[in-house]
């Protein structure tokens, strides 16, 4: 009865509803399994970046606290929080560490020091005391060792060329104005007076309070510029 009138049977027919959901099922898990594999990825690389981020930061410290051959990749590992074999897989050893970290502490500081704007004295001060209250004492540390240790001494040269350079940048109008011997003695006493040693006497061995250090560098500074190429 109903193969006459035009009926196929139901085992038959086709279900083109229900492969239709089959294959919509399917092709959605596997969009939501590309979905979350990028994120995934991400995921993992920010935690990577964050434990080499925290590495860093752990030898920095060290490097700040105590001389460079007594820095063990163990202390490193123990300050940041990881594994021995973590950091060597990441830097491969203590001067792989060290490099890192030095070239993480250089871009922060060429970052720092070349927000100081050109022609303002106070504002130069500030922006160097900004500096030295911040890397002040790894700086002593650089210089305490740069004879002894060959990297060392590499980031103790290169940071004066640094400092040079500031130096150079920020008092551009009061050394354009001067020729010859005497802007090379004027660049020579700005470098002189804004020097980390100068830093350090007053807010390590006098302690005199941050405020009152700035306004005697720039104090020194405007007296020295006041005597125009003397």
């Known amino acids: 009865y109903r193969m006459r009138r035009g009926i196929a049977p139901a085992c038959s027919r086709p279900a083109p509803v229900l492969l239709l959901s089959v294959a919509a099922v399917s ?4 969009n939501m399994k590309l979905k979350r594999r990028p994120y995934r990825m991400r995921a993992r690389a920010d935690a990577a970046a964050e434990t080499a981020r925290r590495i860093v930061n752990a030898m920095q410290e060290l490097f700040a606290e105590k ?3 007594r820095i063990t990749v163990d202390a490193a590992a123990t300050r940041a ?3 021995v074999q973590t950091v060597l897989r990441r830097f491969g050893s203590k001067e792989g560490l060290f490099v890192a970290a030095v070239q993480e502490g250089r871009a922060q500081i060429l970052a720092q020091r070349g927000a100081a704007p050109v022609g303002n ?5 500030k922006n160097l005391f900004d500096h030295y209250e911040r890397w002040g004492r790894t700086v002593m540390r650089v210089l305490e060792q740069e004879e002894r240790i060959p990297q ?3 980031i103790a040269r290169e940071g004066r060329r640094t400092h040079a350079e500031w130096v150079d940048r920020v008092f551009e109008p009061e050394l354009v104005r001067l020729r010859g011997r005497a802007r090379a003695r004027r660049r020579t006493q700005l470098i002189t007076l804004t020097d980390v040693y100068v830093w350090k ?3 390590r061995d006098l302690t005199v309070p941050r405020a009152d250090a700035e306004e005697i560098v720039l104090g020194m500074i405007d007296a020295l510029c006041a005597h125009g190429g003397k």
């Not at 004295?121 to 001060?125: D, I, L, Q």
């Open 81 to 83: 929080g990881v594994t």
């Open 27 to 30: 092709i959605s898990g596997t």
């Open 201 to 203: 006497l007053l807010r």
């Open 121 to 125: 004295p106070a504002s130069a001060v």
């Open 67 to 69: 001389p460079y051959d």
């Open 152 to 154: 060392v001494g590499a």
